[in-house]
Each structure stands twice: as C-alpha cells, then as structure tokens.
C-alpha cells in the first residue's frame, strides 16, 4: 500500500497528460490553426493579457509535468502569440514549474532509489555518481534524451534539488530560445504568405533558429566523438 501511495503523484500526472493528450487541445495551437484563428487570438489577448499568459504558463507546465510529446508544439505557439522576449520568459517559467513537478513525483514514486534501477538509469548512474555537477549539466544541454526523460532520470539518480533547477533552467532555456524564435518566425513568415507551406521553411526568420537548433542536436554526436579519440590509446602505448 506504501508503494501504491508513493506512485500514486507520478500515476496521477501520467494520467493528466494522456487526457491532455487526447483531448486534442496541442492540435488548436498547430501553426495552421494560429494563422486561420490569429485575429481572433490577438483580440482575446489584447482583451485578457494576464489571463492569456498565465493560460499558456499554465498549459506549458502541465505539459512538462506530465513529460507527454509535443510540448514544442506549445512553445512554438508562445513564441508566434507572445513574440521571442516574452514567449521565452514564460515558457522559461513554465518549464522550470513543470520539471521540478515532475522530478519531485517522480522522486518521491522511487523512495530512497533501493528499487533496482531501469536500465537506462543504470547506464547514467556511472557518469553521475563519479562528476554529478558536470554530468546533470551535460544531460540538460546536450538533447541525447527526452526532457521529461532526463527529468525522471535524474529524480532516481537523487540528483541535489538545487542542482537539477539550475541546470533545468539554464539548459532549457538555451533551447527555449531557439524554439521561440522558430514560433516567432512562423508568425512573421505567414503575415508575408498567402498559405502554408514548405517555402516558409526557408524565411529567414524560421530557417536561422530552426539552424541552431539542429547545431545543438549534433552536440551528442562531436561529445561522442572528442571522448573516442581520448580514450584510443596514441600508437605504440
């Protein structure tokens, strides 16, 4: 009954972010409905600001917190209704709220970390437990896992409290900023269009962050690859 009692917060946002999921409210922020809905989205939020930024924080934070796929669908929304300053800085918040949401379920489902560990975290437990500080930051700037993923991870590996907000916010953010201009593009891309389309891939606006964001995704890839060549032996050692 303990174990059940324990779980029961992780079960109860996993359960959130199905109906969330399923209720179909990520396809209402998908850029073709924005720009077929946008005079009408600016009246609400020149009608109701606070109301309709503290919506989004508050949608965003329980996207992260249930840790369910197309949240960037979310942040690309931010960015096209709030623009690149403010829809960093809420999704920002949103972010931080909603991963500490569900690193605490989640740490608090695993108890004292004595359950045998899944694999995956047993992979990671290695490199936590000999440089905790440089590997939670390598696991929130470097993409080589979900972040929901990394989240969960994290919360069994015990990781500090103030550790994990520092590098949750710092490395999510980082991306966030790319993410937002991409929204942000899109919106200034299609008041120049007069549909959607693959050619607005290649604005400016949109092709320069969604650039920095595939840069940051090949980051695993050189890390992988600098830690190779340190560990083949030179010739004749």
Not at 22 to 33: C, H, K
């Amino acid at each position: 009954m303990s174990r059940l009692r324990a779980a029961l917060p992780l079960f109860l946002l996993v359960m959130a972010g199905v109906v969330l999921y399923a209720s179909g409210a990520l396809s209402q922020l998908s850029p073709e409905y924005l720009v077929a809905h946008q005079a009408r989205m600016r009246e609400e939020i020149a009608a109701n600001p606070w109301l309709a930024r503290l919506s989004y924080i508050g949608l965003l934070t329980l996207g992260m917190a249930t840790g369910i796929p197309g949240t960037i669908v979310i942040i690309l929304a931010g960015g096209f209704a709030f623009g690149v300053v403010e829809g960093t800085i809420y999704s920002s918040i949103a972010l931080t709220l909603g991963s500490l949401i569900l690193f605490l379920a989640s740490r608090y489902a695993f108890g004292a970390g004595r359950k045998h560990p899944p694999a995956l975290v047993e992979r990671l437990r290695h490199g936590f437990a000999h440089h905790p500080v440089s590997y939670t930051l390598f696991l929130r700037f470097v993409p080589v896992l979900p972040f929901g993923a990394v989240t969960v991870c994290l919360a069994w590996l015990r990781c500090r409290l103030w550790l994990f907000l520092g590098a949750t916010w710092l490395g999510g953010t980082i991306t966030l900023v790319f993410e937002t201009l991409v929204g942000a593009g899109l919106g200034d891309a299609l008041s120049q269009a007069d549909h959607i389309g693959l050619g607005m891939l290649l604005h400016r606006n949109v092709l320069l962050p969604l650039g920095g964001i595939a840069l940051i995704s090949l980051l695993p890839l050189l890390v992988e690859r600098l830690t190779r060549h340190r560990r083949v032996p030179p010739p004749g050692v």
